[in-house]
C-alpha cells in the first residue's frame, strides 16, 4: 500500500483525477512559453506564468475576459479564430506584442485548435514564444557576419590598393631627389610621401584586422616590451612635451606570448594616451603582480601580470568609453579606430584582457591583464 508518505508517488499522481489537475497546473506554471487557452467566444480560460510575463497582465487580470482586451495585437485574435473555424494549427514567427508597460516583445506564436476526444474543437490553444533572446543573438551573428563579408571585402580593395601606393611613393621620392634643394617644392613632395606612408599603415592595419595571424608564443619580458615601444614612441613625445613616466616591478616573472603581437598592443595604447594628452602632459607605465594573484596561485596556477597606462589627457565621455572596441569607431580626424579593436581582439587570443577607466577632462587609465602561464 502506498502512503502519502511514499517517495515513489509518481505513478499515483497519474492516477488521481485531483492531483492529475494539480499536476497539470504545476506543468503550466513551468513552462516558460506562454499558454493561453480560450473558449470559442475567445474568453481566456487559462493564462500560464509565461504568458503573465510576457505580456504584463496577471492571471486574475486576464482569466474571464476577452483576448482583445489583454492582447489587443489583431493578428493574434484572427489566428486564434482561425485556428477554431478550420481545426489547423496557425503560427506566425514574426509577430510583437506590446506588453502593458509599453515594450515591444517579439514572440512567435502558434495558435491551435483544442479538441475533445472526438475531434470536436472545444476552443483554441495559443502558445506564445519569446524571441528577445534569440533576437539578440541574431543581432550578434548579424553583426560578426557583416564584420566577415566586410573584413573580406577590406582585404581584397587593401591588396588593390596597395601596389600603386607603392608606385606613387616610389616615384614621388625620385622626384624629391631631382628637385634636390628646391624647398617650395619638396614641401610637395615631402606631403606625398608622408599621406602615401599614412594610407599604407592603414591598410597594413585593416588587412591585420581582416586575416588576423596565428599567435607565435615564446617566453617573453613584457618590460623589454614596453621599453622598446615607449622608445619608438619617446621623439613624438618629446616633441609635443610629454613626459613619460615609468614604474616597473622588477620582480615580474617572464611570460608567454606573442612578441609581435603583444607589441602591437602596447604600441597601440602608448599611442593613444600620447594623442590624447596635450603639450606639457603626462603619462605613466607601470607594472605589477594583479590582485588575483594569491587566489590564482592556491588554485595553482601561476597568477595574472598587470600592466597600466595611465595618461592626464582629455579622457572619454560616456558614450566613447561604450564604443572603444567596436572597429572603426573613432573621435579622431585622422583615426582608424582599429587600434583598440585589434588589441582587444589580441589580448583575447592571450587569454588576457583589457580593462579601460577613464574620465572627461581628467585622464584615462587602461589596465591589461595576462597569465602567466
Ligand atoms: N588614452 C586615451 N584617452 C582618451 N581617449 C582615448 C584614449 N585611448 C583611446 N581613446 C578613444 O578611443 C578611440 C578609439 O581608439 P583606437 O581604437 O585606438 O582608434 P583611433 O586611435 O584610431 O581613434 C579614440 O578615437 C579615442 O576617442
Ligand atoms: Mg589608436
Not at 508518505?5 to 499515483?12: A, F, I
Not at 506543468?27 to 516558460?32: F, K, R, T
Not at 606612408?197 to 599567435?215: M, S, Y
Not at 622608445?231 to 617572464?254: C, N, Q, Y
Amino acid at each position: 500500500m502506498m502512503t502519502s508518505s511514499s517517495r515513489h508517488s509518481g505513478p499515483m499522481i497519474m492516477k488521481s483525477a485531483l492531483n492529475k489537475e494539480r499536476l497539470y497546473e504545476n506543468l503550466l506554471a513551468s513552462i516558460e512559453d506562454g499558454v493561453v487557452v480560450l473558449a470559442p467566444d475567445n474568453i481566456i480560460l487559462t493564462f500560464n506564468q509565461g504568458a503573465e510575463g510576457m505580456i504584463g497582465v496577471s492571471e486574475g487580470m486576464a482569466v474571464g475576459n476577452n483576448l482583445s482586451s489583454v492582447i489587443s495585437e489583431q493578428e493574434v485574435g484572427s489566428l486564434a479564430q482561425k485556428a477554431y473555424e478550420t481545426g489547423k494549427s496557425f503560427s506566425d514567427n514574426d509577430l510583437s506584442i506590446r506588453k502593458k508597460d509599453g515594450s515591444l516583445v517579439p514572440v512567435s506564436l502558434t495558435a491551435s485548435p483544442l479538441l475533445d476526444e472526438e475531434g470536436k474543437v472545444l476552443g483554441t490553444v495559443i502558445v506564445l514564444r519569446d524571441m528577445r533572446r534569440i533576437k539578440a543573438l541574431e543581432d550578434d551573428l548579424r553583426h560578426s557576419d557583416r564584420l566577415g563579408t566586410l573584413g573580406t571585402l577590406a582585404a581584397g580593395l587593401a591588396h588593390e590598393i596597395k601596389n600603386p601606393l607603392g608606385g606613387i611613393k616610389g616615384s614621388a621620392q625620385l622626384l624629391q631627389e631631382e628637385l634636390g634643394n628646391d624647398e617650395r617644392l619638396t614641401e610637395y613632395t615631402g606631403i606625398i610621401i608622408r599621406e602615401t606612408e599614412r594610407v599604407n599603415r592603414l591598410i597594413e592595419e585593416l588587412l591585420d584586422f581582416a586575416n588576423p595571424r596565428k599567435l607565435s608564443l615564446r617566453p617573453i619580458n613584457i618590460h623589454k616590451i614596453l621599453d622598446d615601444n615607449i622608445f619608438l614612441l619617446s621623439e613624438v613625445a618629446k616633441i609635443k612635451g610629454i613626459t613619460v613616466h615609468k614604474e616597473f616591478d622588477p620582480s615580474l616573472p617572464m611570460i608567454k606570448g606573442d612578441k609581435e603581437r603583444l607589441s602591437q598592443v602596447f604600441l597601440n595604447i602608448i599611442k593613444n594616451a600620447i594623442e590624447a594628452v596635450d603639450k606639457g602632459g603626462w603619462l605613466m607605465v607601470s607594472t605589477r603582480m594583479g590582485t588575483e594573484y594569491q587566489m590564482v596561485e592556491r588554485e595553482g596556477r601561476k597568477g595574472v601580470i598587470v600592466v597600466e597606462i595611465s595618461d592626464n589627457g582629455k579622457g572619454m565621455t560616456q558614450k566613447t568609453l561604450e564604443s572603444l572596441f567596436t572597429p572603426f569607431f573613432s573621435t579622431k580626424e585622422k583615426g582608424s579606430g582599429l587600434g583598440l579593436a585589434i588589441s582587444h581582439r589580441i589580448l583575447k587570443e592571450h587569454k588576457g584582457h583589457i580593462k579601460i577607466k577613464s574620465k572627461a577632462g581628467e585622464g584615462t587609465t587602461v589596465s591589461v591583464t595576462l597569465p602567466v602561464s
